[in-house]
């Protein structure tokens, strides 16, 4: 079955990096995929990588896949309250072409 | 790209109501999902179209709750007899797959409590 697994709380201060980690269990995914999520809103998209890629970087934001242990990280660089969230890694089945989602990593940032 | 839309934002009902959701996805889009999030956690598939073609129903999508996309464009969502139980946001995205790496799209979901 398809499972998605998150760390659940993770605080950083202003200026610093974020690293929130995720690992998933459909070897088989072609995309994955990273959103925010602010109070009340819905999911905003953030970035992906394509299965076949190691790293895809964007502006602040890298993202690492290593496929061999499914494991998959979001890097966020220079983080900044605004970056207060919480952040949902999903996956990609490709057997039945639905998206699901971890548990959520709730990000606080301490001025 | 104006965006998917979900009306209404809110919704309260009693016990045993039924209630209705639309999601208006965006225009090119041919994918429609339904997801439902509760507090604390991620979303939780329920159902997904093609077109107007309903591919995928999750097991957590009991007799009550029904969708539909009768024209392949909006979609809408009931659960009859609503009960406690179903209070949750109900989450709309939309999906152009044919466009490689086809991310969802979310409308900003209808809250249901049910008193």
């Known amino acids: 079955g398809e499972d998605v697994e998150q760390s659940l709380f993770l605080s950083v201060r202003e200026g610093d990096s974020s690293v929130i980690n995720c690992t998933y269990t459909d070897s088989s995914s072609t995309y994955l995929y990273w959103y925010k999520q602010e109070p009340g809103a819905g999911l905003q998209l953030l970035t992906y990588i394509f299965s076949n890629m190691d790293m895809k970087q964007d502006q602040r934001l890298t993202v690492l896949l290593n496929k061999k242990d499914k494991h998959l990280s979001l890097r966020i660089a220079d983080t900044q309250t605004g970056d207060s969230a919480i952040y949902f890694c999903a996956e990609r089945e490709t057997s039945y072409d639905k998206v699901i989602f971890g548990p959520g990593t709730s990000l606080s940032v301490i001025p | 790209d104006t965006g998917v839309s979900q009306n209404p934002r809110h919704k309260i009902t009693k016990r045993g109501q039924n209630v209705t959701f639309r999601c208006d996805p965006i225009s090119e889009h041919n994918r429609l999902y339904w997801y439902r999030q509760t507090l604390g956690q991620g979303p939780e598939f329920l159902t997904y179209?093609?077109?107007?073609?309903?591919?995928?129903k999750s097991r957590l999508l009991s007799d009550r709750f029904s969708a539909e996309r009768p024209k392949g464009s909006f979609s809408t969502l009931e659960i009859q007899r609503t009960e406690q139980g179903d209070s949750a946001m109900y989450l709309c995205a939309s999906s152009f797959p044919d466009r490689g790496e086809s991310p969802l799209h979310f409308g900003n979901g209808t809250r249901l409590t049910v008193t």
């Open positions: 179209f093609q077109n107007e073609a309903q591919l995928e």
